[in-house]
């Protein structure tokens, strides 16, 4: 019989699933400066694949100087400039 995938993680699964560090995540938890949403169930911390995966997909850019502000489905080539 094949087992469900679990849709629910511990820290170290979540840090393998997004490719970051474990230490990343828990430090995360507590400045909340990159906003990974986790979840608390008693002392225990779960996190999402759902809300791992959305995460993931807002900070999906198309170039390295995009900060992430340009709204989907825009130009986002650069406007040809003209030298004279």
């Given at each position: 019989?094949d087992?469900?995938i679990?849709?629910?993680?511990n820290t170290?699964?979540?840090a393998q699933y997004v490719?970051?560090?474990k ?5 995360d938890?507590v ?7 986790f979840?608390k ?9 759902n809300?791992?995966?959305?995460w ?8 390295t100087?995009?900060d992430g502000t340009?709204p989907?489905g825009?130009?986002?080539?650069p406007?040809?400039?003209v030298?004279?």
């Amino acid at each position: 019989m094949d087992r469900p995938i679990a849709r629910r993680v511990n820290t170290e699964k979540a840090a393998q699933y997004v490719n970051l560090a474990k230490a990343t995540l828990e430090k995360d938890r507590v400045t909340g400066r990159l906003g990974i949403p986790f979840a608390k169930l008693g002392r225990r911390v779960i996190y999402d694949l759902n809300d791992l995966d959305a995460w993931v997909d807002r900070r999906r850019r198309r170039h390295t100087s995009d900060d992430g502000t340009t709204p989907e489905g825009t130009n986002l080539s650069p406007s040809p400039q003209v030298y004279r």
